[in-house]
Structure formats: structure tokens, C-alpha cells
């Protein structure tokens, strides 16, 4: 079973289909969204697509009532769950998601997991913690790295790969990045690191 994991869409309309084509293409079974999506008509989409979705809550979802009927709908492919983080079984793997980072890694180390995979701090990373998966899929909104990327976790094979998208739009530009740098101590932001990254 192939199954794509994105995160922090952060109401880019552009990408997120972007996306969804990148994995037409991959014949993804299935989605699984770490939340972020700022815009309920991001859960809209999520909601027509030909195959399932399961969205777990970021810490910037928008209008959470619209996000719910958006699941509620008929006919929609969209699955929400209560809360930041949940547990899965898909493929016969054992699967942990979360939006915080900070949950990730203590998962891992439980060994109880085939693979965790978490959002929020927009940094795409792929590692293994003993048998255990550890992915960021990064940010699809490309808001602070410049980057639009989401991962595809292959669940006979037990692999994962990240997938850079082309042809993206993003409002990171170096007056945004300039100020934030210039203003960090004062802004407090979790995922600082992410603004520093390069265009």
C-alpha cells in the first residue's frame, strides 16, 4: 500500500494539488494529512479525491466547524480525527501520526511502531529509530524552507522517499526572511530553524 503523508499545507491551494497529481501518479492508496491546512477549503479538496484521506488537527486549522462538514459531506473521502495525533493500521503496518514534532522521536524509541510521522516545525527529515520510521514530510506550503515537499511511504516494500514538487509558489521572499531574523528573540517561534533556511 502506498500512502502519502502531508503536512502543513498552510492554505496553499497550488501545491496541495500540485501534490495530488505528483501522487496520481505514484497510484497513492491513501493520504494521511499532519494537519495545518488554515483554510477548511483545503479540507474540501481533501474530501473529493478518489481515494481516502485522514487528517489529524494542527495548531492552525482554520474554521474548525467547516473543516468537520467538509468530512461530513456526502460522499467524502475525508476522515478526521479528535485529536493531534492518532494511531493507524494501514498495509499491516503500525503507524503513529502527530503534528508535534516533540511526540515523534519517544514513539519511535517505544518500538511499538513500524513508522511515526509528524508535522508543525515545516523541516523535512527522514531517519529510523532501530525498525521504526521517523518522517517529516515538510511543508507544503513552501512558507518558510521555499520548498513544497511530502513523503510516500510504501508499506509492502517498507520504504519511504520524500517527493520534491516543482513548478511551486510560495510567499518566502528575503523581506519576510530578513525580518523574522531580525525580529526572532521577539517573535518566539518554535520552528525558527525553518526560516533560515536557504531559498
Not at 518500538?111 to 520510521?133: M, S
Not at 513552501?142 to 510560495?170: C, H, M, P, R, W
Not at 518566502?172 to 526572511?177: A, E, N, P, Q
Request: proline share 2%; hydrophobic share 40%.
Amino acid at each position: 500500500m502506498k500512502i502519502a503523508i502531508i503536512s502543513d499545507i498552510h492554505e496553499n491551494f497550488h501545491n496541495l494539488i500540485l501534490s495530488l497529481e505528483k501522487m496520481e501518479e505514484n497510484d497513492v492508496e491513501f493520504i494521511i494529512c499532519l494537519g495545518d491546512l488554515m483554510n477548511a477549503g483545503i479540507a474540501k479538496v481533501l474530501s473529493i479525491q478518489d481515494v481516502p484521506s485522514y487528517m489529524i488537527w494542527g495548531n492552525n486549522d482554520g474554521e474548525k466547524v467547516e473543516v468537520l462538514n467538509a468530512a461530513f459531506r456526502k460522499n467524502s473521502k475525508l476522515t478526521v480525527s479528535s485529536n493531534s495525533y492518532d494511531f493507524l493500521n494501514l498495509g499491516g503496518k503500525q503507524i503513529f501520526i502527530c503534528h508535534y514534532d516533540d511526540l515523534a522521536k519517544p514513539m519511535a524509541e517505544s518500538g511499538r511502531y513500524d513508522a511515526v510521522f509528524y508535522g508543525h516545525n515545516h523541516l523535512k527529515a527522514v531517519e529510523k529509530i532501530n525498525d521504526t520510521w521517523v518522517v517529516n514530510p515538510g511543508e507544503l506550503c513552501a512558507q518558510k524552507t521555499g520548498e513544497s515537499t511530502f513523503a510516500i511511504y510504501d508499506t509492502e516494500l517498507n520504504d519511504v522517499v520524500l517527493i520534491a514538487l516543482e513548478n511551486i509558489i510560495t510567499l518566502k521572499s528575503d523581506l519576510v526572511s530578513n525580518y523574522i531574523n531580525s525580529n526572532k528573540e521577539a517573535l518566539g517561534f518554535r520552528s525558527i530553524n525553518a526560516f533560515q533556511s536557504k531559498n
